[in-house]
């Protein structure tokens, strides 16, 4: 079967550590996106990522970090900077870029950060 | 900039009435607009879409209508069911002239259907 991935389901960390949630599609996908949901409130774009070893900054990119080093990954990582990063991560992809095309999205990462 | 306005919920139900979820937009040029679910602790599916005016979306009997007009796209079933609780959202792409696939989601609102 074709999806997304990501694990694990939920994470929890202690202030100040640095944390990665991974991210991997078997679409063949080559655009791939990462999400924020905080309670109450739509999808924020964090890192977007259109081709391999590419990858551009979204409307909350602060304290975060990615890399693309293969198709069908996109690991985000949640740096001790974020000030506030308990959320619920969502990654999503799409065939292409483009306003016509749909994205798929994953189960999600529950992180929270004590 | 673009945006996206959906009705607040929640919206509570009894099981068979019909379902209305108001989103509107704003946006420079033609995006097209989509409807995604959420059911709990999961991510997104989509439901349906539209990439011109005066399109109509339809999956599971949901149905919305892409309304340049009225700059609208709300979402309609005429008879709803327990499975059917979840947060709905409505999104558009967000491209302008950037081509990056960006959606711009609304806030979200929460169906509860009771048998």
């Known amino acids: 079967d074709g999806g997304i991935t990501q694990s694990p389901k939920y994470l929890f960390r202690k202030e100040g550590q640095n944390v990665t949630l991974s991210c991997e599609q078997n679409l063949n996908h080559d655009a791939m996106y990462w999400y924020r949901q905080d309670p109450g409130q739509g999808l924020r774009l964090i890192y977007y990522?259109?081709?391999?070893?590419?990858?551009q900054k979204g409307d909350i990119a602060e304290g975060y970090s990615v890399s693309r080093e293969k198709k069908e990954s996109f690991p985000l990582t949640v740096t001790s900077a974020q000030k506030n990063p308990t959320a619920f991560y969502l990654c999503a992809s799409s065939i292409a870029t483009g306003k016509s095309y749909e994205q798929y999205f994953g189960p999600g990462t529950r992180l929270t950060v004590t | 900039g673009n945006s996206v306005t959906q009705m607040e919920g929640p919206v509570t139900l009894s099981e068979e009435a019909f379902l209305t979820i108001n989103c509107t937009y704003t946006?420079?040029?033609?995006?097209?607009l989509f409807w995604y679910v959420q059911y709990p602790g999961e991510g997104l599916q989509l439901l349906l879409k539209a990439t011109k005016a005066d399109d109509k979306g339809s999956n599971k009997g949901f149905e919305a209508t892409y309304r340049k007009e009225t700059t609208s796209f709300h979402l309609e079933k005429g008879s709803v069911q327990v499975s059917d609780s979840a947060v709905y959202f409505c999104a558009l792409s967000d491209d302008g002239s950037s081509n990056t696939g960006k959606l711009i989601f609304g806030q979200g609102t929460t169906l509860q259907v009771k048998p």
């Open positions: 990522s259109q081709i391999v070893n590419d990858f």
């Open positions: 946006a420079t040029g033609y995006p097209s």
